[in-house]
């Protein structure tokens, strides 16, 4: 049975506000002070922009009496206070209740579970002997980006405890990942179910030890047809009442929540900000109206007249995204791709040259537009508008993360348009669409000598790349086109 407790919003969210384009565009934003400045000549200095919710909260880490080993490697992750997440759910699991919360990546999610568990490693010893290749605490996450993310951080976080965290994965690392549970005690393991049934099967990993069990991203495992497979290696684990159970989904739909009542244990439900929210308190929305024609010169222009420095471009086919990659490569903007189609272990070289400042724009399907955490990305485009509203959001939810401020910019064709109504109604706002700035529009410039402009390759995928057709005029779902400027 699932508890609700429920909460009032803490603030009013704020709602959009007239700018001119050019100052959104080019506006910078200091982490540290959060002071906004205009970066392109001619304009005139950005006014202070109206306040808006945190996303952390007043609460600090040291209030929740935690071991100063956890906290030393808080402080070093940059993390002071509690976000509104962490407020609400550590109360509870850091007194071994379960949860199952509705939470998105970028809202401290990970930090919450990760601190649950290492606090209860530190109160409760090992049970002696320990096996190798048999974890304390399991998270599950759909996708190897996400699991390798989860890694990183809960190394973050326990730089000053005896932890051992490892990620278990496919598509790489087969021997290793093998050997290291092999050879080693693991304290938590992080993993997509696909690789960990196999370990299972093949008696590599023992999840009989299990005292912590995470189940991240549960909607999206659903909706990618993992749930048999997750079942499976829950019922490999002890009992719901000898473990505790932490359960996170971006939606708490009927089924979502029949999956939580059936995995955790009296879990208290924690229901925070919807998606759609998020859309509003730190992201800039700007719809340009433009033709597949103008949209690439569009997109080279927005990065080099602006001078953006890390930025996000979304498609929705993997042929229009390795197109879109090879363009901008072939004019000497250095740039990355993420999709389907590339290896996992040149996604991870790809996602680490992005982190680092190598490359900065990274063009990518919607495999990169959940559970990845990017720190500094300052703009996001879909130069694609999705078929699905809740993907607009998690793609833009790749920046103004954490309470920072970020921008989105989405090019509407004609028969894009008909896409907007249904993010609209999604997100619960108008989406005032405009003609891009003329200096946005100038001709691209020449090549480089013995450059050679690349050419679109033939592709057998059906329009909408994995996810199925674009409905376009004829099969629309009603509404208008991109709304136009008023006056």
């Not at 950005?46 to 906290?71: C, H, K, N």
């Not at 359960?247 to 979502?256: G, I, K, R, Y």
Request: proline share 6%.
């Amino acid at each position: 049975m699932l508890h609700l407790i429920s909460w009032e919003k803490p603030g009013q969210l704020i709602k959009s506000w007239f700018r001119s384009t050019t100052s959104l565009l080019t506006r910078s934003c200091s982490p540290q002070s959060g002071e906004e400045t205009d970066s392109s000549e001619g304009n005139d200095v950005l006014q202070a922009r109206p306040p808006v919710e945190d996303i952390a909260t007043g609460r600090e880490f040291r209030s929740l009496v935690l071991r100063e080993s956890i906290l030393k490697g808080l402080q070093e992750a940059g993390f002071e206070r509690c976000t509104l997440i962490q407020e609400r759910t550590l109360p509870l699991t850091l007194q071994g209740r379960d949860v199952a919360a509705q939470a998105q990546t970028g809202t401290g999610k990970t930090a919450a579970f990760l601190i649950t568990i290492l606090t209860h490693f530190s109160r409760t010893p090992a049970p002696q002997p320990r096996r190798k290749g048999a974890p304390r605490a399991l998270i599950l996450a759909p996708t190897r980006e996400l699991v390798l993310q989860i890694q990183k951080d809960a190394k973050a976080l326990a730089r000053y405890t005896q932890c051992e965290t490892m990620a278990v994965f496919g598509g790489m690392e087969y021997r290793s990942q093998q050997r290291q549970l092999n050879e080693g005690l693991i304290d938590i393991v992080a993993a997509t179910p696909g690789r960990l049934l196999d370990f299972k099967r093949k008696r590599i990993i023992d999840l009989g030890k299990v005292e912590i069990l995470v189940i991240d991203e549960a909607d999206r495992m659903l909706d990618m047809g993992f749930i048999p497979d997750v079942r499976r290696i829950i019922e490999s684990t002890p009992p719901k009442g000898k473990r505790q159970t932490m359960f996170f989904s971006a939606t708490l739909t009927p089924e979502v929540n029949r999956l939580a009542t059936a995995w955790t244990r009296e879990a208290v439900q924690i229901d925070v900000t919807p998606l759609r929210d998020i859309t509003l308190s730190t992201i800039d929305q700007v719809v340009y109206i433009t033709t597949d024609e103008e949209k690439f010169t569009l997109l080279y222009n927005l990065i080099t007249r602006m001078n953006l420095e890390r930025v996000m471009v979304f498609t929705n086919r993997r042929d229009e995204a390795q197109f879109l990659k090879d363009r901008l490569a072939a004019r000497a903007i250095r740039c990355g791709l993420l999709s389907g189609e590339v290896s996992q272990e040149q996604r991870v070289k790809t996602l680490e040259a992005f982190r680092n400042g190598r490359l900065k724009v990274m063009v990518a399907t919607d495999v990169a537009a959940r559970g990845l955490h990017i720190e500094g990305v300052s703009h996001v485009v879909n130069y694609s508008l999705p078929m699905d509203p809740q993907d607009y959001v998690h793609r833009i939810g790749r920046t103004g993360r954490a309470g920072a401020l970020g921008t989105s910019v989405s090019f509407a064709t004609e028969t894009e348009a008909y896409e907007i109504p249904e993010i609209e109604k999604f997100i619960g706002r108008d989406l005032t669409a405009i003609h891009p700035e003329p200096d946005l529009l100038v001709p691209l410039p020449a090549l480089a000598e013995g450059t050679v402009e690349p050419q679109k390759r033939q592709s057998r995928t059906p329009r909408g790349g994995d996810r199925g057709g674009r409905r376009g005029p004829g099969g629309r779902r009603g509404g208008h086109g991109p709304r136009r400027p008023r006056g």
